[in-house]
């Protein structure tokens, strides 16, 4: 695995002035791509881990994330916009704060070839034996995942572990989600599952979130509705929603374990099923 370290001086050359509100949209949208000045000789392939650095007066200190997503080019006149020479595309996925960044020297115990003082926006590469570190210290650092707490964080596994899951933004809008589960509670949709209920304290407010339209389906001026359009779903209803390119809507997955013989909020014993069973044999032989 490859892995690059680019530096970033809000004050000097490759300026970023939305990098605040790309912060704000990257937790709902889950990527941010943007092109990096890079130097002519740099070899880097598409699919590399890409660090940022943040340098300047703000304090210099890990702060992004992402992957590299294209081989170097020379971008058109019109589209060289801060990013000028050779460049590469970065498909940021975890960005931090301005002031969130994790300090130097921090970093320097545990990685301390990196070059984390002398790195340049142009990039160099993070030894192989270190990139572990620097993955640890990033897995530290970042809180997990709320809405999938089984999705490693951004950054802190290797790139080729990963396959990216593709929940859809509104899915993972934190704003929408807000929404919608203040209007219809925490509890799954489909079968009535509250993990609050179940595991206790622990499972206070913990829920998927299902936007009911494909995104497929959505025309060019879509606006989200979080109450008409989300639903709670506990995630075993969420994937067997997802199970089908049009989601099974929530009255489908009731009616599908209603027909398997499950009742919402019980595990029915062996004898129950037998006697269901006999039921159906009794109803059908009429
Ligand atoms: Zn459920
Ligand atoms: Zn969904």
């Given at each position: 695995m490859v892995a690059v370290l680019l530096g970033w001086n809000p004050g000097a050359g490759t300026t970023w002035p939305e990098y605040s509100r790309v912060v704000d949209e990257l937790a709902a949208a889950g990527v941010h791509r943007r092109p990096w000045r890079i130097l002519n000789s740099a070899s880097v392939l598409p699919g590399a881990d890409a660090w940022l650095l943040l340098v300047g007066k703000a304090g210099r200190g890990l702060i992004g994330h992402g992957v590299t997503a294209s081989h170097p080019y020379r971008p058109a006149r019109e589209e060289q916009t801060g990013a000028s020479g050779t460049v590469i595309d970065v498909d940021f996925d975890a960005l931090l704060p301005v002031g969130d960044q994790i300090p130097v020297d921090f970093l320097l115990e545990r990685a301390p070839r990196a070059g984390w003082n002398t790195v340049k926006a142009a990039g160099r590469r993070i030894p192989e034996e270190e990139e572990r570190a620097v993955r640890a210290i990033w897995a530290e650092r970042l809180p997990a995942d709320g809405i999938d707490p089984i999705l490693p964080v951004?950054?802190?596994?290797?790139?080729?572990?990963l396959t990216r899951v593709g929940m859809n933004r509104y899915e993972r809008s934190p704003q929408a989600r807000r929404i919608c589960l203040a209007h219809h509670g925490t509890s799954c949709a489909a079968c009535g599952f509250s993990f609050e209920a179940v595991y206790g304290p622990e499972g206070e407010g913990f829920i998927h979130v299902h936007h009911l339209?494909?995104?497929?389906?959505?025309?060019?001026?879509y606006e989200l509705d979080p109450i008409g359009d989300l639903v709670p779903l506990c995630p075993n209803c969420h994937y067997m929603a997802h199970r089908r390119p049009v989601p099974y809507t929530p009255a489908e997955l009731r009616a599908m374990m209603s027909g398997a013989g499950h009742i919402a909020g019980s595990v029915l014993s062996p004898q129950e099923l037998e006697a269901q069973a006999a039921a159906q044999r009794i109803l059908d032989s009429r």
């Open positions: 951004p950054g802190t596994a290797p790139q080729d572990a339209t494909p995104v497929s389906q959505l025309g060019p001026g």
